[in-house]
């Protein structure tokens, strides 16, 4: 008789454990987006122009499902193809994550689905102002923000380490193929303020196509300054074709709700065997952001700034233009 007791008892207890826990745990979720908008006026270049743009419109949804479970829904409205001369005048709404988040430890997140990929997002959050423009490697497309496939992060306070397999693709070209990007970066965080991350990624057809990046970073309540350097070789599966660029970022607060900014980017080619001129020549180029930023509250982020892009092909113009950009998100 005492025996079936203490069976019982020992058969109800992780029961009711569970059922606390439960108890305790409520799901819930929000819903989230942000708008890049912007005035803009050309200085000088080929193509001047003066116009309103909405350069982006995010609309997304996550909900945390339980404890160890998340999953994020999130709507790009854009282009997905800004390199084309008629992407402004298209928009579309796709995918830009679809995602379910496993976090079984407070050090390990298992992230399976459409997601943001590991490339630059450190560097575009250190820059603080994707609403401007993209972290070099964005900008100068080494390859895509988000992409489909799975991630493994180990998360501690001085060290993260991630291991992603994506499909290649990106986010706006979700084709099925035998090539995958195999991803791995590590993220340290030594001193207060200071973070440095090294990345790099692989993928495999009939010629070899990866990236390797470092990036440090320190930020103050003052100022902040990082720099990066990324090499991108084999460029769309074509031997030879190699893309290097270095940038340095920094910005300084002046009033409490005011910040001096400044970005100088270079990007430039290889010259493959039997060649004589860079490849890319005609995209290879320096560019210069600066100006100033207000923000009133925090989810809006108003700048004026001037942009310059040198191109290093001696017979094309320099594109210079002033503009005024603003981010709202909720």
Known sequence: MV??????????????????????????????????????????????????????????????ISKEFSAEVKIDIGSPNDASQYSLLRRFGYFKTAMVQYTPFDFLQVTFGLQDATQFKLQDKFWKRR??????????????SADIGAKVAYLTDLVDVDFALFNG????????????????GATFRPLDGLITRLYGDFSSKQVNQGTGSLFAGYRHDLFSIGGEYALHF?????????????????????LPKTWVFGRFDKIESNIPDGETVPWNLSKD?????????????????????YQDHYPAASNLDAVSAFYLNIEASF
Not at 236 to 249: A, C, E, K, P, Y
Not at 288 to 299: N, Q, R
């Open 169 to 184: 693709e990106g986010y706006s070209s979700l084709q099925n193929d035998n090539t995958f990007k195999a991803a791995l």
């Open 285 to 305: 180029e320096t560019a210069v952001t600066a100006g100033i930023e207000y923000i009133p509250i925090k989810a809006i982020k108003i700048a004026a700034n």
């Open 131 to 144: 609403y401007i423009n993209e972290s070099l490697m964005g900008a100068y497309k080494y390859g895509s």
């Open 3 to 64: 025996f079936f007791l203490f069976v019982s008892i020992g058969t109800v207890s992780p029961v009711l454990a569970q059922e606390g826990e439960a108890k305790d745990f409520e799901p819930s979720g929000e819903v989230f987006g942000k708008i890049f908008t912007n005035f803009n006026t050309s200085l000088s270049g080929p193509d001047q122009q003066t116009a309103f743009e909405v350069r982006r419109a995010y609309l997304g949804y996550e909900y945390q």
């Open 234 to 254: 084999n460029r769309s599966f074509q031997d030879d074709h190699n893309i290097d660029g270095f940038s340095i970022l920094g910005d300084v607060k002046i």
